[in-house]
């Protein structure tokens, strides 16, 4: 673990984000994120439903999400008991999220994260989902993470809920 580096979990969505032609903007987005990844910035990780959600992704797709994920040094977490009972956890708190994404964001609570990198708007970075998980975390004594899209993270839009 690097001490002054972000510690950024990444969605599938982020991953998938370079084949968004439907959206030019996220898929610009998106590359200009993978562009800051390469400098070096922050640590990279995804969780073990990463793979899960990417199986049905195309081949060619997937040839070169496995390029990034080497290329970027992206680390898989690996399957951890705590985390998925705190997925579990946030299902009680006011989070509509399918339990991929609870499990995504349990994933860098538990190996302390700092964000969750997310195109899911809907699910995964607002206002409701933010505040739920921090409070599930807070009362369990752990940290506390944010959940922000590539663009947010770049500083090129920023949400008044966000810290």
Not at 138 to 155: D, F, R, W
Request: hydrophobic share 35%.
């Amino acid at each position: 673990m690097t001490g002054d580096k972000k510690r950024l979990l990444i969605d599938t969505s982020v991953m998938l984000g370079i084949f968004d032609d439907d959206t030019p903007e996220r898929k610009a987005c998106t590359e200009r994120f993978w562009d800051k990844c390469r400098t070096g910035a922050y640590d990279l990780f995804v969780c073990p439903v990463f793979d899960k959600e990417m199986r049905n992704t195309p081949t060619e797709q997937k040839e070169q999400i496995k390029t990034i994920v080497s290329e970027m040094g992206i680390e898989s977490l690996p399957e951890n008991m705590d985390a998925e009972q705190l997925a579990a956890d946030y299902k009680g708190e006011p989070l509509k999220t399918a339990t991929g994404d609870r499990r995504h964001l349990a994933y860098a609570t538990e190996y302390e994260c700092d964000t969750v990198v997310s195109w899911n708007m809907h699910d995964i970075v607002n206002a409701a989902t933010y505040k739920g998980i921090n409070g599930v975390n807070m009362k369990k004594g752990k940290k506390t993470i944010t959940v922000e899209s590539p663009a947010m993270l770049l500083g090129e839009e920023r949400p008044e809920w966000l810290p």
